[in-house]
Nanobody
Framework: QVQLVESGGGLVQAGGSLRLSCAAS????????MGWFRQAPGKEREFVAA????????HYTDSVKGRFTISRDIAKNTVYLQMNSLKPEDTAVYYC??????????????WGQGTQVTVSS
């Protein structure tokens, strides 16, 4: 069983930065692939970024490549999403997710409650 709690969302101007954190509890956290998804108003949830349990492999959706960085700290049981050069179209609720498989599947087994990110123009 894995529980995920996100934090770090907020309101930022276009061009600014935010860092999202996802604190995980669970005995086997280090063996799970972790990822971030987002859902904008009126749109379906979409994949943003993922990191393998070894941290060797990462994957990003094209729209955030070069701007977002996913990382994990096994000792702290935490996954991060550093978001730079934010755009209004990045506005969404961001969800942390975990699954035993890599590449991260479209419907991971575990989800956090979400954190709101709003980028003003």
């Amino acid at each position: 069983q894995v529980q995920l709690v996100e934090s770090g969302g907020g309101l930022v101007q276009a061009g600014g930065s935010l860092r999202l954190s996802c604190a995980a509890s669970g005995r086997f956290f280090s063996r799970y692939a972790m990822g971030w998804f987002r859902q904008a108003p009126g749109k379906e949830r979409e994949f943003v970024a993922a990191v393998s349990w070894t941290s060797i492999n990462t994957h990003y959706t094209d729209s955030v490549k070069g701007r977002f960085t996913i990382s994990r700290d096994i000792a702290k049981n935490t996954v991060y999403l550093q978001m730079n050069s934010l755009k209004p179209e990045d506005t969404a609720v961001y969800y942390c997710a975990a699954d035993p498989t890599w590449p991260l599947v479209a419907a991971p087994e575990y989800w956090g409650q979400g954190t709101q990110v709003t980028v003003s123009s």
